[in-house]
């Protein structure tokens, strides 16, 4: 699973991109989200307010339900501020 | 009608972009553009646009696409600037043109309400005195692109 | 702010007057477009422009004064043409320009809206193989216009 | 006082511009109308449609019931058509 991170997300966790394999019980984005946050203290930071979290899977935006598979690519960034 | 989508660090050229949509031909009556320019707020120094490739071509292909199915649109331009904008400068270029103005009007004004809140860019600011900080998302556009969802 | 208001027979350069509203500032964040063209409906092969000279340049005035009343413009231009104007040719530009986008995008659709119903303008037609035609006024024009009108 | 004719007014009346001097029952837009419809065949033509009819006094939009003097500049004119 391709997982890439965007504005303050990226800052906090020390790179853009990253290429893993979560466990099989990871399903959907929420516990994605909840897998990746154990990963590092920068992860924990990045992921401790999940209220200003968007996700998207394979460049489309995806609620917390959403699935998740392995080939996804999944990004994780702030709401977004363009325009 | 193929809509002409740039995500640049290079400015645009609002006169060229213009004679684009119009050029040689004789059924534009209305053309409707918004042009976002950098504010120097707070001592403002720069402001540095992030993206996230491949996604923002698609979400803006999405959006143009809804636009030219709501409205008889005869051209559709969308440019957005990423990198580093200093104050003064422009950002984004949405560019309509329509038989009637109605349409090159309201268009114009979704595309700009859409993308500030359903395109992947992000922007920081850098202060004069090396303060930084990211632009936080307002309630306020998303009120704005709320009142284009069909009832 | 000091609108500029231009009744001319000579083309616009909307680079031009663009860059006249924010050279050497950094306080605009919006800057909103309409220009209007000669379409070739019908076998046009000219619109001719008659006007009221004085009363039209007073009355666009105070169009413009009621929309620096209403929004918070940092720059206001209206150019509209006079004589005759061949098809595919702009025959008019709106511009404002404000610090956010909905002020700029709002004052320009209402000032256009007005221009087409409340500034003393006529055109006349003008056909391959000689006949003409004096442009009826529309009553979608008067519901445009009446929509900005205070509840 | 000046009476001023644009668009088709002016085409069927065949000049622009007049310096006349009505008789003193002509008060108001209205009146003035009746009046110079009575001027001329073209005149007539111009004048025999009134809701077609726009009218400025002063270089003010002015209704049927606005008043007229001496020293007026009035136009009468079709619906505009501008922008």
């Given at each position: 699973m391709r997982i890439l991170y965007f504005?303050?997300?990226k800052q906090r966790i020390g790179v853009g991109e990253e290429e893993l394999s979560p466990p099989p019980e990871v399903r959907d984005v929420a516990g994605l989200i909840d897998w990746l946050a154990g990963r590092s203290p920068g992860h924990a930071e990045a992921f401790a307010n999940r209220?200003?979290?968007?996700?998207a899977v394979n460049q489309d935006f995806a609620?917390?339900?959403?699935p998740v598979a392995a080939g996804d690519e999944v990004a994780f960034f702030p709401p977004v501020t363009g325009g | 009608m193929t809509p002409r989508i740039a995500i640049q660090e290079a400015p645009f050229d609002l006169a060229a972009e213009t004679a684009r949509l119009t050029a040689g031909r004789q059924d534009v009556g209305g053309l409707a553009s918004f042009v976002g320019l950098c504010r120097a707020d707070d001592g403002l120094a720069a402001m540095v646009l992030e993206h996230y490739p491949?996604?923002?071509e698609r979400a803006i292909a999405r959006i143009?696409?809804?636009a030219a199915d709501r409205w008889p649109l005869l051209g559709l331009t969308v440019i957005h600037r990423v990198g580093r904008v200093e104050p003064g400068a422009p950002?984004?270029?949405v560019l309509?043109?329509?038989a009637h103005r109605t349409a090159a009007l309201e268009s114009c004004a979704f595309l700009i309400d859409w993308l500030k809140t359903g395109a992947p860019f992000w922007k920081r600011e850098e202060f004069e005195g090396g303060a930084e900080r990211w632009v936080e998302a307002k309630a306020a556009d998303d009120a704005a692109a709320a009142r284009w969802k069909p009832a």
């Open positions: 504005a303050w997300v209220k200003t979290i968007r996700a609620g917390p339900d959403h | 491949g996604m923002t143009a696409a809804e950002i984004v270029l309509t043109a329509s």
